[in-house]
């Protein structure tokens, strides 16, 4: 059987309790399959050093993981720079915070050509590789340049936007190019998969192959969408943990005679928060019986920090939390419990539980998996309400959530009045579909799928 070989940007012990989507999703394949994920060590080395930094190498049960330093140049402008404030606000649909800066791009390429050069040889001939996200869109035709001629899948976990904002993106040809270095390019929904194709066809002049593959300089390519899930079961066994199992009690026993609603997400500004915080606001004004009892427990985790456009989100986020509480809040109640710090996954499914509503409602969101975790941990009984954004990935799976236009604020306030109404029997009728979809098509399900997938998309190479 082939080993399977992962490389992402970040790499996490699959052994322990990881905390973000993409670390939690692929833990959960490599633990399965075991293999060798490689990345940046998330160290970087300081004081102009080359960025060559000895590789760490370090086996966590049946997956070896590598890893390798940066300097602070190659983070800056790769990581920071090119993935974070170029393609990131790019594929989210907002080009008005994109900066296309110098030196961005050429450490985006350099750092790509250092992963391969380091990653090359440790590959065997008959590895599966896969690779993930947007910092490593080159990296196949990196590796291809220097001879390997394995099975090469790529996996982009954010969205992919429509060809006109593709096509604002300088150096847009060459990135497109780079793709075709895959043998097979994943994407989280229906509506990237169909972005990508149009894209391919109008402005990188490819021919779609009768049995679906693309075709352009001199190599075919098959992409197709394969939307990421959750590992149900583990998740749901970290209800039963004592952390877990302590903010329940709690929160249900302060929550008593209230109603709570719920929200966890990085604080991005992909994530829409301050249009949530206007809608819980609106929520207040047109329906005052939500006073004096709903609150929202808003977990905002700090990301990416050094990024201006980030720094700005949480002061408009910090400044709207305080004047609603202002506003509303009462000597026993405020409405909005707000907290900017990174919450131990283990506590989630408790807070999951205790949660009548949750609140997803991204602006642009490659898939979102806190509403399949929300899901996941409602009690079938007497299950909460998910208020979804159309604009999440999970939506197009999760058609049973109630789905918003998180533009539309007085909407949004509107249906999160109808969630905390839901009678019992509507609840319990549209979590029942939505936990059968996301137990279908879980993260297992995902890995294999697109494994199979792969696997048809390109013969293995001659093992000499
Ligand atoms: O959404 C893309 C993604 O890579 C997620 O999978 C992950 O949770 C998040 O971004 C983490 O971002 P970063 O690695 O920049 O902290």
Redesign the pocket.
């Known amino acids: 059987m082939s080993r399977l070989v992962v490389i992402s940007?970040?790499v996490s012990d699959p052994r322990k309790v990881a905390a973000?989507?993409?670390?939690v999703a692929l833990g959960d394949a490599l633990a399965t399959s075991g293999g060798l994920w490689f990345g940046w060590s998330g160290k970087i080395v300081e004081g102009g050093a080359s960025g060559e930094g000895e590789l760490h190498q370090q086996r966590a049960g049946n997956v070896e993981l590598v890893t390798i330093d940066l300097s602070r140049e190659d983070h800056d402008t790769y990581?920071t720079g090119y993935s974070?404030q170029a393609l990131w606000p790019a594929f989210h649909y907002r080009l008005d915070l994109a900066d296309f800066g110098s030196g961005f791009f050429a450490g985006y390429q350099r750092v790509n050509r250092l992963f391969a050069r380091k990653l090359a040889p440790l590959l065997r001939d008959d590895d599966v590789i896969w690779v993930h996200?947007y910092h490593l869109i080159p990296l196949a035709s990196e590796l291809r340049s220097l001879g390997c001629r394995q099975r090469i899948g790529f996996f982009l976990?954010?969205p992919l936007p429509p060809p006109p904002i593709l096509a604002a993106i300088p150096g847009h040809e060459w990135l497109m190019r780079s793709f075709f270095a895959y043998d097979l390019v994943g994407l989280q929904t229906h509506e990237d998969a169909d972005h990508f194709a149009r894209f391919l066809v109008g402005e990188a002049h490819a021919e779609r192959l009768p049995d679906g593959r693309f075709s352009a300089y001199g190599r075919t390519m098959r992409a197709q969408d394969f939307p990421i899930g959750i590992d149900v079961d583990e998740f749901q066994g970290l209800a039963e943990s004592a952390e877990s199992r302590e903010t329940e009690a709690t929160l249900k026993q302060q929550y008593a005679h209230r109603r709570l609603l719920v929200g966890i997400d990085?604080l991005d500004y992909s994530k829409g928060l301050p249009r949530r915080l206007r809608a819980f606001r609106e929520l207040l004004d047109n329906y005052p019986e939500n006073r004096n009892s709903a609150t929202l427990i808003q977990i905002a985790s700090p990301?990416?920090e050094s990024v201006d456009a980030y720094a700005d989100i949480r002061h408009e986020l910090e400044g709207l939390a305080g004047e609603i509480n202002g506003t509303y809040g009462e000597l026993a109640w405020m409405p909005i419990r707000y907290m900017h710090r990174t919450w131990a996954r283990k506590r989630l499914p408790g807070l999951y539980r205790a949660a009548k509503v949750a609140l997803v409602t991204p602006l642009r969101d490659?898939m979102n998996l806190v509403a399949k975790e929300y899901v996941a941990m409602q009690d079938e009984d007497d299950p909460g309400v998910l208020v979804l954004s159309r604009f999440a990935g999970a939506a197009e799976q999760m058609r049973e959530a109630l789905l918003v236009n998180p533009y539309d604020i007085p909407a949004t306030a509107q249906t999160i009045q109808r969630a905390l109404q839901m009678p019992l029997a509507e609840r319990r009728e549209r979590h029942a579909a939505l936990l059968k979809r996301i137990r279908e098509y879980d993260v297992h399900a995902w890995r294999k799928d697109f494994l199979g997938v792969l696997a048809e998309a390109a013969p293995p190479p001659p093992v000499v």
């Open positions: 940007n970040r973000g989507g993409l670390a990581y974070n996200d976990h954010i990085r990301t990416r490659g």
